[in-house]
């Protein structure tokens, strides 16, 4: 019956930053190459990542962030004056309400005019709304907000982080200590620390229902639990998790529409090449024949002060220049390495580069926890290093550490030494990677871009 139903139009959106919109943007991408007509709600800062054949609808005022601005050290308006001099969960709730809340009303009036556009434009035609789940801007289409054509749109929410649903068997995120444990009297812990997560966050919470409502959102003063404890998610008519249940503590309670649908496969080589190639590639790519192993070390968008972990990271395999070859993604264009920072022979720095291009020669991937940088180790079979604070790293690293892909630092700014044996164990202990490969094999039969397609075509069949 599916393949009798025309395909439907596709609305994808999500939270505007780097790290929420590429893989969003993957999945987008392919499923305008396989026919389906595809719209994207998006910052014009990143515009110009658009490809052909998707037509791009820009967020309005407010909701057009430029995250590459917003984080950089050289803002000239940074969220507050000592913005970088706050400790991170200072740094993170301030986000929280500024990036993800604030804006509430001008994503829902961008929601709304990108709806109301792609009606007009596929008059008859189904539309069904992808949402990366941490853009909060779709929620008013379930609490009680005129919607534009009248009737809600079936709507799918992309997990491209780890899912911020609360559970019985798992404590709250951004607690620092508390892992999985699975008894009982650990269950009943994190009930008691979901409710002190509540007390903390009841301001939030509070800005959030007002925000919505706001919006338009009558409803949204029935919003109930603690901030971040699963309310994005659960009003979507399916959420799909980009990861593999061997990742994630085990849990008794997922959503009924909760799917697995694996991490993204490797980016192909474009036709003209990589971009940005170093003049010293070549290194890389036959690092093999000289009996070198290739470390990869990358800090991402957000916390991009090179002394947390590029710069130990490159002392601590120094001494090993015999057999490693480092290689340095600074993670933005034109960004160099302090002046006074000297580089050890064996490393080789760059300002950016497709992790899909070097992963494949990696024997190590060493990063702060970002959950698009996990899924590259995944997609790679690279057993990884991680540390790092903010967003969902922490949470990140604990489940790296737990299901034995690698290694966790467990804090922001690692030693030298600290690193020197965190890389060496994941390079030299082969159960590393072992069990990287089995995750990545995991994936593999999940068939990501072909679990997306199918959860949206049966959408069409269920009402």
């Known amino acids: 019956m599916a393949n009798l139903i025309p395909k439907p139009a596709l609305l994808f959106t999500a939270h505007p930053l780097t790290g929420h919109l590429t893989p969003t943007l993957r999945i987008a991408t392919t499923l305008s190459a396989r026919g389906f007509l595809v ?116 709507t799918v929410a992309l997990s491209v982080t780890v899912p911020f649903v609360r559970s019985v068997d798992v404590p709250p995120f951004f607690v620092e200590g508390l892992g999985f444990g699975g008894s009982e009297e650990e269950r009943r812990r994190n009930g008691a620390v979901w409710e002190q997560w509540g007390a903390v966050t009841e301001g939030l919470m509070e800005r959030w229902r007002g925000k919505l409502v706001e919006a338009g959102a009558a409803g949204a003063e029935r919003l109930e639990g603690p901030f971040l404890s699963g309310q994005n998610y659960v009003c ?104 006074d920072v000297e580089v050890p022979l064996n490393a080789r720095v760059t300002d950016y580069l497709h992790y899909d291009a070097v992963l494949p020669y990696a024997s190590a991937w060493v990063h702060n926890g970002g959950y698009g940088a996990l899924q590259h180790g995944i997609a790679h079979g690279v057993p990884m290093v991680v540390t790092g604070e903010g967003q969902d790293k922490i949470e990140n690293a604990k489940r790296i550490e737990w299901c034995g892909a690698g290694v966790n630092l467990g804090r922001v700014a690692p030693g030298v030494e600290e690193v020197r044996q965190a890389v060496g164990l994941v390079l030299d202990d082969k159960k590393f990677t072992q069990k990287v490969r089995a995750l990545q094999k995991e994936s593999q039969e999940l068939e990501c871009f072909n679990a997306v397609e199918r959860e949206v075509l049966t959408l069409l069949t269920e009402y």
């Open 236 to 339: 979507h008519d399916r959420i799909l998790q980009m990861g593999v249940p061997g990742l994630f503590y085990p849990r008794s309670d997922w959503p009924q529409q909760f799917k697995f649908i694996g991490v993204l496969p490797p980016a192909e080589e474009p036709a003209g090449g990589w971009p940005n190639i170093p003049p010293w590639w070549a290194e890389v790519t036959k690092a093999a024949e000289t009996r070198k192993k290739v470390v990869v070390v990358a800090q991402g968008t957000v916390e991009v002060d090179p002394s947390d972990l590029i710069i130990p990271t490159i002392q601590a395999m120094a001494p090993r220049a015999d057999n490693v070859l480092v290689v340095v993604i600074l993670g933005r264009k034109g960004a160099t390495l302090p002046e």
């Open 39 to 154: 719209y994207f709600l998006g910052p014009t800062a990143h515009r110009a990542r658009i490809p052909a054949g998707i037509t791009f609808l820009p967020l309005l005022r407010t909701a057009d962030l430029d995250d590459l601005l917003y984080y950089s050290p050289d803002n000239p308006h940074p969220p507050t004056p000592d913005y970088w001099q706050l400790l991170w969960q200072r740094r993170g709730m301030l986000d929280f309400q500024k990036t993800w809340i604030d804006v509430i009303p001008d994503e829902w009036a961008s929601v709304a005019a990108a709806l109301a556009e792609v009606r007009r434009r596929e008059a008859g035609r189904e539309v069904v709304v992808v949402a990366e789940a941490m853009f909060f801007g779709v929620m008013p289409l379930f609490l009680g907000a005129e919607v534009p054509g009248g009737s809600r749109p079936r």
